[in-house]
């Protein structure tokens, strides 16, 4: 895999860096480890890039490089280090549309969206943009996940040369019922999915907009050219219910497509269902794709802010249904979303997605599992767990550092714990995006709060 993304480090990269600090390691859906007085010893690697070889306690980490006369201290007390997010759907394109008004998906999209993407085609914006967003990414500590640009190639590479992290990026490939100044023909399409899928492999993720506007010839055939290099698939997936309406009624007039009865059909028919494929939303599925979603081990991006109601800044699209998911084995992470969601901090996501589903007495949405569906889980999905996703030890040292709440150490219970740390009201959301004080990737600090 291709990394573009120099990272420019200091001359001096001392053999271990000793962090100390509250260490929260999401593990999975029900196990978060908190050491409080914890330690994480950092040693240095190929390309003075940092992977932890101790998680534990103050005194262990300190012992462990007691002899080592090569050691930088950095003490963090008084503060929680938690694993670097992955936003497992955004629009990085869609970063001034967020709080338009979003009565109707199809409208918000046609509005003000679209128009606005229309903007992407200057190489100057969008590298523009592009140097600006990964400054934003920092800041809220989103450190991977996928990524959809615009229409234009460009915008695919701008995002993978600026962004710091493990993203895959797609350019979103439109063919039919768009705009004309967003229509492309399925040979241009098709082109720019040969050139960025050879160019980017496994970072190049093939992305259909949704069914509605790319010709199945090309999905199918994109498909077929980017599977060869291993890249990634993603796409909408039943959001709302008119949206399945609009989908079906279109692709009845479709060859070949004519008797298919359910949205998801169309995306198998073209090849696209795999466990290298990311539905996003996936809100309102019949059994029967549940099912199919299940036996192709097709991952789901769950976008809670973005499928809030409209009160809440959302589109009003429903609610996930995580336990069918869990029941089902199919791997799902957390997203934002940008533009359908209002924030660009997954801290946001995780609140949402607890409370909504508290709301609607939906037992099982806890903090713990919210933490690990941004973080590990986005990583397992992109096949980046074994270096990615959270602190243990052989993993990157890619970590975040936030307050924590006042008297924490007399605190016992990890839940409630976590609920202080990130829960705030709806009316104080905008505060999530100056939550995160420090972003260390790899070892090394790249983003400091002042
Ligand atoms: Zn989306």
Redesign the pocket.
Known sequence: MKNRVKMKFMNHHPLYKLVLGTIINPLNDKHCTVISKGGLVLKRGKNAEYKVCLIGSEKEAESYVQRSKDVERIELQGHALIPGFFDM?F?WVQDDVRLMPKDNLLNWLSQYTWPYEHKFQSKTYSKMRAKQFSKELLEVGTLGGAV?ASIHPHSVSHALENFIGEFIVGNVLMTMNSPDYLTLSEKKSLDSVKELASEWKAKYCLTPRFAPTTSPRVMKEGRKISKGHKSFVQT?LSETENEIEYVLSLYKNIENFEDVDSYLEIYDRCGLLSKKTIM?HAIHLRDKEWKRMAQTQTAIAHCPTSNAPHNELGLGSGLFDFKKADRLKIPWALAT?IG?GPFLSMIDVMRSFVDQNKKAKVSGATWTRALYRSTLAGAEILDLDKKHGNLNIGKFANFLVLPLPKQSDKISKREELLEKMFHRKLTDRESYSSLVKQTWYKGHMVFSKN
């Open positions: 759907h629009h959809y909408h996003g979303d359908g």
